[in-house]
């Protein structure tokens, strides 16, 4: 019996360390940086590669945005879409693995 509560415990724990964690990589608005401080590449590519992190907390909380309105322009696009596509084309690799080698032989 207490073997099954450590256990639970022990989920519960790692539940909440994992919530806290996709939470604090959330973008949000930046009270420390300067108004007028422009996002370029970089943080394009920060935020396409924690967007979907973001889409699941900005349901959630009005005040998180995926994309940033104040930016440079094209480096900060270019920043997010290979963030994105990097996330993105990741997460879709690993269903490609899995064809039973009976069907291979054809």
């Not at 639970?8 to 420390?32: E, F, M, P, S, T």
């Not at 084309?89 to 080698?101: H, I, K």
């Amino acid at each position: 019996m207490e073997r099954n509560h450590a256990r639970l415990l022990r989920v519960v724990l790692v539940a909440v360390a994992a919530a806290l964690l996709l939470g604090a990589c959330a973008a949000g608005l930046n009270d420390v940086a300067e108004p007028s401080a422009e996002a370029g590449f970089w943080q394009g590519l920060w935020h396409g590669l924690i967007s979907p992190v973001t889409i699941i907390v900005s349901l959630f909380n009005e005040d998180v945005g995926i994309y940033e309105v104040v930016n440079n322009g094209g480096w900060y696009d270019v920043g997010f879409m290979v963030g994105v596509s990097t996330i993105f084309g990741t997460l879709g690799r690993g269903g490609g693995a899995a064809v039973p080698a009976r069907s291979r032989r054809r």
